[in-house]
């Protein structure tokens, strides 16, 4: 765990944790994921970099920051801690995003539990900060039914087939197409 100073009006001490979900990408947008590429660990998929690179790099410069901060943070560990960068902008090759992003998540989780917001309301507040509407927008959820590509596994020309449930209103509410 890696732990964030709190705002000086709270009083409780806490951890924010958060992980990362191995997806191996190849396009030239996607950031990259470090791993350790030892064949006998986990068929070279072992995260034992990153992992060092979150209890090292990350945390000596994170240690103490305001949790609430959470753009300070972010360009701290992508433009300056990180650094590297394609034609396509910032690919996060040296830290990893496995070990940036679960950073990131946990200091989101922390600085909502410092506003005393849930996460989803945190999230808002950082994206649309001067948004007055009590009104949230509820987001639709994507389903992945096939994998295809390159670490799929078979010959499918497409990454993922994924299905949408758009059109309602509320996750309750039958489509207006079945009314």
């Not at 944790?17 to 997806?23: E, P, R, T």
């Not at 994921?33 to 209890?55: H, I, S």
Request: hydrophobic share 35%; aromatic share 8%.
């Amino acid at each position: 765990f890696l732990m964030i100073r709190r705002p000086p009006r709270s009083t409780q001490s806490r951890s924010s944790a958060a992980s990362d979900v191995y997806k191996r990408q190849t396009g030239v947008y996607e950031a990259y994921e470090l791993r350790d590429d030892v064949p006998c660990r986990y068929q070279g998929k072992g995260v034992l970099q990153a992992v060092k690179n979150v209890n090292t790099i990350i945390k000596e410069a994170l240690l103490m920051k305001d949790c609430t901060n959470q753009i300070e943070i972010d360009n701290e560990m992508v433009k300056n801690l990180d650094g590297s960068q394609n034609e396509h902008g910032y690919n996060k090759k040296k830290l990893g995003a496995n070990a940036i992003l679960p950073v990131s998540l946990a200091v989101a989780r922390a600085g909502a539990f410092a506003k005393k917001l849930t996460l989803y309301q945190y999230i808002r507040s950082l994206s649309q900060p001067d948004l007055k509407s009590e009104k949230y927008i509820l987001p639709v959820p994507a389903f992945n039914v096939i994998n295809g590509g390159k670490h799929a596994g078979n010959k499918l020309a497409f990454q993922e087939f994924m299905i949408l449930p758009t059109g309602c209103l509320l996750y309750t509410s039958p489509s207006p197409r079945d009314s």
